[in-house]
């Protein structure tokens, strides 16, 4: 009796949406936001504002309602310092330092009591400057920064056009994010609905490069007691890298430290971040529908569990300690099987000169072992500028001793 219930109203909900259906269009959302015409999405530019208008477009065709203050937009706008380490200020008034963006609002209105926020920030780099880690002036398009996030939110509101009924859904397009998370911060500062009423975020930001071993982090599963446990029974083919933390470099921060529970997907770092070689055709486009699946499984396990409980986190951001050197090297974020794995080397840095390759796994820095990425950060502040000291690394079958000088 419950089966034929539910099945009546999904019946009735397709009716009432004129025949909506699902339709995988990952592909083309990235295609076309990481198109060079977009010019990189560079924040309050007229790519960014091409973006923006597609989004609020893709909304528009799967009926998703309008939530922005301007029907599907919803604008700021921001001072920009010339200091790139004074914290920008939000502003009213016109200068000749201010910004305008806008976030891109769409909602799922269920008649529930709570709703799920899915974000995914759409601003990229434009044509590099400060951010970026290319010198020159060129297109960063930002397939995977982005791109691959913001097509992913679109991909679950469809599918959420069609089941899990218990919640309401909030789909979020922030701007700014590469300029210090400001759509969010601006967000949940103005919230176009009541901010009590958010049961959970999820953000997505980089889930465009899985990898073979299908390495997937999840960041702020310490933010709520029922997320590890939803994670893991959901899960029959990644390998799950957890992070307890709910404060990271992306928009789920501004909804964590207002006591929402978070949840971050990230597919890893490359050589190509912040890059203009950060290409469409460098995405793993079966990879992001299999994390969109996977996502919809754990919305669906918690869609019965009614209000999902807070919890503070320790901030491991924090802890990361200050170091005056660097070895030049790009680390797998991913790895987690002992050690620090090296995902890039930097030509002409300590790394390179050491000798230091792709694949690499750092497991002893000077006098002290290297167990994972906090580790590897502590053994590295213990060095200035001039040192010389020793590095172990494994590669495949072999242990190497290296001399570097920072």
């Known amino acids: 009796m419950k089966f034929l219930a539910k099945f009546i109203l999904f019946i009735s909900i397709v009716s009432c949406n004129n ?15 990481a198109d060079n015409k ?24 799967l009926k998703i309602d309008a939530k922005g203050t301007d029907s599907y937009f919803q ?51 434009g044509y590099g400057g400060q951010g970026s880690l290319y010198v020159g002036k060129e ?50 500062k103005n919230p176009t609905i009541d901010l009590s009423s958010i049961n959970y975020m999820i953000n997505l930001d980089m889930v465009g490069r899985l990898k073979e071993d299908k390495s997937l982090a999840i960041y ?39 006591d929402i529970p978070v949840l971050h997907f990230f597919t890893g770092q490359h050589a190509d ?36 409980a807070f919890r503070k986190t320790k901030n491991e951001s924090e802890e990361v300690p200050r170091f005056k050197v660097s070895l030049g090297v790009m680390p797998d974020y991913m790895f987690n099987k002992g050690g620090m794995r090296i995902d890039a080397v930097t030509e002409n840095r300590p790394g390179y000169k050491a000798g230091l390759i792709k694949g690499d796994v750092v497991i002893k820095l000077g006098e002290d072992d290297v167990e994972d990425m906090m ?24 242990t190497i001793k290296k001399e570097v000088t920072f």
């Open 19 to 33: 025949n909506i259906s699902y339709e995988n269009r990952i592909f083309d959302d990235i295609n076309y936001l």
């Open 375 to 398: 580790s590897y950060m502590k053994a590295l502040s213990k060095f200035e500028s001039g040192d010389t000291t020793f590095v172990v690394v494994k590669r495949e079958q072999d």
């Open 220 to 258: 702020g599963v310490g933010t709520s007691p029922i997320f590890k446990q939803t994670i893991n029974s959901n899960n029959d083919s990644f390998n799950i890298i957890e992070n307890e933390s709910g404060v990271g470099p992306s928009d789920h921060t501004s909804f964590y430290i207002n």
């Open 273 to 308: 971040y912040h890059k203009p070689s950060d290409d469409p055709d460098k995405i793993n486009y079966q990879g992001v529908k299999e994390i969109s699946d996977y996502i919809f499984s754990l919305i669906s396990d918690l869609n019965d569990n009614g209000r999902i």
């Open 75 to 125: 604008d700021f706008s921001f001072n920009k310092s010339s200091n790139p380490h004074e914290q920008v200020t939000f502003e009213d008034t016109d200068n000749e330092n201010q910004i305008f963006s806008k976030n891109v609002i769409g909602f799922i209105d269920n008649g529930a009591k709570n709703t799920v926020v899915i974000g995914a920030h759409y601003d990229h780099l």
């Open 139 to 188: 297109i960063h398009n930002g397939a995977d920064d982005n791109a691959s996030g913001t097509a992913l939110m679109l991909d679950l509101a469809n599918q959420l056009k069609f089941d899990n009924f218990n919640n309401n859904y909030l789909f979020i397009g922030f701007s700014g994010e590469e300029m210090g998370l400001l759509g969010s911060n601006y967000f949940v």
């Open 38 to 61: 977009l010019e990189g999405r560079q924040t309050g530019s007229k790519g960014e504002q091409i973006a923006a208008d597609y989004i609020a477009d893709r909304f528009k065709v």
